[in-house]
C-alpha cells in the first residue's frame, strides 16, 4: 500500500475530487498553505494499493491544469537591473509524493 500526498490548486480541486471519487479513490482534503502553487492550494491523501498508483496518476494528470503565472522579479542592488521586471512562471498543476505504507489499521 501506498500514501500519495497531493498538492494541487484550488482551481483544479472540484475536478479532481470529483474524477479519483469516481474510480473509486477514498482521499482526505487539507487546506494547506506554502510555497508549491500561487492563489490557493489544498493537499489531499490518498491510500492506494500499488497497483492502482499508476491509474491515480493518470487522473491526477488529466484533470490538473499548469498554468503561466505573472511573478515580479527580485530585489537587487545593481543599478538598471532587470531583475525587478515581472516574469511570466510556468506553474505545476500539482506535486505528488508517494510513500510506502509500512502498516494500515482502521480502528
Given amino acids: 500500500m501506498k500514501l500519495v500526498i497531493v498538492i494541487l490548486s484550488n482551481k483544479d480541486l472540484a475536478k479532481v475530487l470529483a474524477a479519483t471519487s469516481a ?6 482534503k487539507m ?4 510555497q508549491f502553487l500561487e492563489g490557493g492550494h489544498t493537499t ?4 492506494v494499493n500499488d497497483d492502482r498508483v ?6 491526477l494528470e488529466k484533470n490538473v491544469t499548469k498554468r503561466v ?3 515580479t522579479g ?14 511570466d512562471v510556468e506553474e505545476y498543476g500539482a506535486v505528488a509524493f508517494v510513500v510506502d505504507v ?3 489499521r482502521k480502528i
Fill in 23 to 28: 474510480e473509486g479513490f477514498l482521499s482526505t
Fill in 31 to 34: 487546506s494547506t498553505s506554502g
Fill in 44 to 47: 489531499i491523501l490518498f491510500g
Fill in 54 to 59: 499508476d491509474l491515480l496518476f493518470g487522473i
Fill in 69 to 71: 503565472v505573472r511573478q
Fill in 74 to 87: 527580485v530585489e537587487s542592488t545593481i543599478e538598471g537591473s532587470l531583475l525587478k521586471k515581472p516574469v
Fill in 102 to 104: 509500512e502498516q494500515f
